[in-house]
């Protein structure tokens, strides 16, 4: 393969790799850690979405999130609705260390995760 097509391919590749950016911003997603306790995480996806004010309606049964009705599915779709409506707040993607953000998009199919800038 000629060189030409090879850093072409890299370049595109770095494209695809590269987060988003919203008005200079870095695009960012708050979601669960895997390594979370299910008891830990169970906790912070009831506190998120009780007191914590997240809404949690999409992951119900029969609604655009609920699919795949995993515990961490649910918690991070919670978190990251938590985090985008209070981040301007000072609200941090923490839960007792049983998230993270990241710049990968994490929605699929229909289930759309929401980025405020």
């Not at 370049?11 to 979601?31: D, F, H, K, M, N």
């Not at 609604?63 to 599915?73: F, K, M, S, V």
């Not at 991070?76 to 609200?91: M, T, V």
């Not at 929605?107 to 800038?117: G, Q, R, T």
Request: hydrophobic letters at 40%; proline letters at 5%; a negative charge.
């Amino acid at each position: 393969m000629p060189s030409s097509i090879l850093w072409l391919l890299l370049a595109l590749l770095c494209l695809a790799v590269t987060p988003r950016r919203s008005g200079g911003q870095l695009e960012e997603w708050c979601i669960a850690d895997e390594q979370t306790p299910a008891d830990e995480l169970k906790m912070a996806l009831d506190w998120a979405c009780e007191k914590g004010g997240a809404d949690c309606s999409k992951i119900q049964e029969n609604q655009a999130c609920y699919l795949p009705n995993t515990l961490e599915h649910h918690a991070s779709y919670a978190f990251n609705n938590y985090y985008q409506k209070f981040k301007q707040e000072g609200a941090t993607c923490y839960f007792n260390a049983a998230a993270f953000v990241t710049a990968l998009d994490p929605s699929h199919n229909s289930c759309k995760f929401e980025y405020i800038p």
